[in-house]
């Protein structure tokens, strides 16, 4: 029996690296995938205290949730034709650090991989990063995988 490992994924060329790099140089025959995705709804409800457009938002929640299903698939897919054992987890939430650290820890994953997008130390101050608190708060090993720039 193999390990478990987690992926993180987004729609972020990142993430997309990440996700190959790991299958090129961390998985091994037996390993299990957990893929997880935060997934975020910025809806428009429109101007405080107008009434709602519930049609509008109802549209606006299933093209995200196309959008969601249509990124995921594609990974997935991957998997499956690898005969990669996996599994996807999407979650949401405003905190994507704490809830990839919390289902790690639910899915009993050995280790979690990530891109990151490498943001500056005043951007990564003023906007967080999400990589920044896995590394800090996962109770497993992180692996970040930055993409090398090309000169």
């Known amino acids: 029996m193999g390990r478990k490992d987690m992926i993180a994924v987004d729609g ?5 690296y990440a996700f190959d790099w790991y ?3 961390m998985y091994r025959e037996g390993d299990t995938v957990v893929l997880i995705h935060c997934a975020e709804y910025n809806i428009d409800i429109g ?3 107008a009434a709602a457009d519930v049609n509008a938002i109802c ?3 299933k093209k995200r949730h196309d959008e969601i299903g249509n990124l995921t698939d594609g990974f997935m ?13 999407t979650v949401q939430g405003e905190k994507p650090g704490e809830l990839i650290c919390k ?5 009993g994953v050995q280790s979690i991989i990530m891109g990151t ?7 990564r101050t003023l906007l967080g990063s999400v990589s920044e608190y896995v590394v800090h708060h996962a109770a497993c090993p992180v692996t970040i995988v930055r993409q090398c720039q090309d000169s």
């Open 59 to 61: 549209a606006q929640v």
């Open 77 to 89: 897919n991957v998997l499956r034709s690898k005969h990669v054992n996996s599994k996807l987890v």
């Open 47 to 49: 101007l405080p205290g």
């Open 23 to 25: 299958l090129e140089n």
């Open 117 to 123: 997008r490498g943001l500056g130390k005043l951007r």
């Open 103 to 107: 289902t790690a820890k639910d899915e």
């Open 12 to 16: 972020s060329d990142q993430a997309q």
